[in-house]
């Protein structure tokens, strides 16, 4: 619903998409240096770790595909306003 309001206005769809970019860019940050920062807790496995980490990378992944396709439609709906 929230989206739905903002097709109505590509300025506020850039702001929205670059968040998304920035967030899913900041997870795949943290999904690399998963391995070196993580605590070593009374060994759970290194199953649960990798899991956890393809978890975060696929958050990443989708968060920063979302934010590329809210600014395509930003894009296109600006273009055509221009028009």
């Known amino acids: 619903m929230i989206f739905r309001k903002l097709e109505d206005s590509p300025e506020k769809m850039i702001p ?3 968040a998304f970019i920035v967030a899913g860019l900041s997870l795949l940050t943290i999904g690399v240096t998963w391995p070196r920062i993580s605590t ?4 759970p496995g290194t199953d649960w770790k990798d899991f ?5 990378f696929g958050i990443a992944v989708a968060l920063e595909t979302f934010g590329v396709v809210i600014a395509a439609k930003a894009a296109v ?7």
Do not use: D, E, S
Request: charged share 15%; no cysteine.
């Open 16 to 18: 929205v998409a670059m």
């Open 40 to 43: 070593p807790l009374p060994h």
């Open 77 to 83: 709906a600006k273009k055509h306003n221009a028009l």
């Open 52 to 56: 956890f980490r393809g978890v975060i």
